[in-house]
């Protein structure tokens, strides 16, 4: 089959790899009919090559029809329409039936201390192939699927694997009072989705970002905007002049380790992307550093008492963390992987009553399974107004 590989820092390559098969009998094929391109996939294109081998199937976002099913799998058949959510679920551990299903205690990765297996996402996930591809094995079936009704196009669900659930926790982390106000920093594909979120519930969002495109998004569904290149004040000076001097009740940090700014971690990492990949690895284990420019922002930015939800991915070791100005604003920070199946049904309704959330037409791109290389290229560098890009293993160039 062809599918997408990871062949070195900023370099993909759409190669032929054997066709997965049943290798336990609570496994299942999927034939993949979209598979979106993450944000977090930007991490292993960029900074955590290290953690990656020449030739790894990469995606996490991945959805399309049952065409083999194990001898234990009971809760699919062939022909079934699924989504897949991004991390790999037993359904049974403590951790799954208590509604945390990121740290799958069956899947997690031990090794490395880490939670719950994911598709496509390096050695410290378990390294098992991802969903940008045409066909896709997915462990433990039963509980690592998401059955949705059939229709032409796969946009209505798609965002099951990981937009909407991520997005949704963000903002349920978030914990705005109601009636209150959220900042979001980052407006791609999770801080956009986060935006329409927040506003659907009836909150003042306001949207930071420095990309025109994406700001003006989210402006369209009635969000307050701050373009980060056309200010000259500090953002929460910005942000407190228009809450009372306050601050938002609340921020959604939805940009994770690669943040502008922070030249001292953007030259840490960039340097450790360069070394020998058992040297790298120790390094980011003992030392890694990130960038932490929109982090220190969210801390700037929130009221007093209010809380930091935090989406976007980190892997330092080493950050340092204000905590003279945590503790004195008495802030409450929650953060973490999604636990997707835990917010599937909060979220569906959204899904088949209308479209509130916009998510038919969330996509920027759809392109080709083939042509992966130009769309990681497109989306890394934010050009072509490229937000949200999905990949079509059915389609032609």
């Not at 070195?8 to 999927?30: F, L, Q, S, Y």
């Not at 977090?40 to 995606?59: C, F, N, Q, T």
């Not at 950050?319 to 802030?331: E, T």
Request: one cysteine or more; aromatic letters at 6%.
């Amino acid at each position: 089959m062809k599918a997408v590989t990871w062949q070195g820092r900023r370099k993909v390559a759409v190669e032929t790899v054997p066709d997965p098969r049943i290798e336990a009998p609570t496994d299942a094929i999927i034939e993949v009919t979209s598979s979106g391109i993450c944000g977090s996939d930007l991490h292993l294109y960029e900074v955590m090559g290290a953690y990656m081998s020449s030739g790894d199937v990469l995606g996490h976002e991945a959805m399309g029809r049952v065409v083999e099913t194990g001898s234990d799998v009971t809760d699919l058949k062939r022909g079934d329409r699924v989504v897949i959510p991004f991390q790999i679920t037993c359904g049974d551990c403590y951790m799954c039936r208590t509604g945390l299903t990121s740290q799958c205690e069956t899947t997690q990765v031990r090794k490395y201390g880490c939670g719950a297996a994911l598709f496509g996402y390096s050695k410290l996930y378990g390294q098992v192939p991802g969903g940008q591809a045409e066909f896709l094995r997915v462990p433990y079936a039963d509980a690592t699927h998401i059955t949705v009704p059939d229709g032409p196009d796969d946009a209505r669900f798609l965002y099951l694997s990981d937009v909407l659930p991520t997005a949704w926790q963000a903002v349920e982390y978030a914990a705005v009072p109601d009636g209150g106000s959220v900042t979001v920093l980052g407006l791609g594909p999770i801080g956009d989705m986060a935006c329409r979120i927040a506003a659907q519930r009836g909150l003042r969002v306001i949207g930071v970002d420095r990309v025109p495109e994406r700001l003006a998004r989210v402006a369209e569904r009635g969000v307050e905007v701050i373009d980060l290149d056309a200010v000259d004040e500090p953002i929460g000076d910005i942000i407190r002049g228009w809450t009372d001097g306050r601050g938002t009740d609340s921020v959604i940090d939805a940009v994770g380790m690669e943040a502008h700014g922070s030249p001292f971690a953007s030259a840490a990492q960039r340097s450790a992307a360069f070394l020998p990949d058992i040297v790298a690895q120790r390094v980011m284990d003992t030392a890694g550093v990130d960038r932490l420019a929109a982090l220190n922002s969210a801390i700037d930015i929130v009221r007093r008492g209010g809380t930091i939800s935090v989406s976007g991915v980190y892997g330092g070791m080493l950050d340092p963390l204000p905590m003279r100005v945590l503790f004195d604003k008495q802030i409450q920070v929650r953060m973490g992987q999604a636990n997707v199946r835990r917010w599937v049904d909060d979220i569906m309704p959204l899904l088949q009553n209308g479209d509130p959330l916009g998510v038919e037409t969330f996509a920027t791109h759809r392109l080709p399974l083939s042509n992966a290389a130009q769309a990681y290229d497109i989306f890394q560098h934010k050009s072509d107004g490229a937000v949200k890009i999905v990949l079509d293993p059915t389609a032609t160039s």
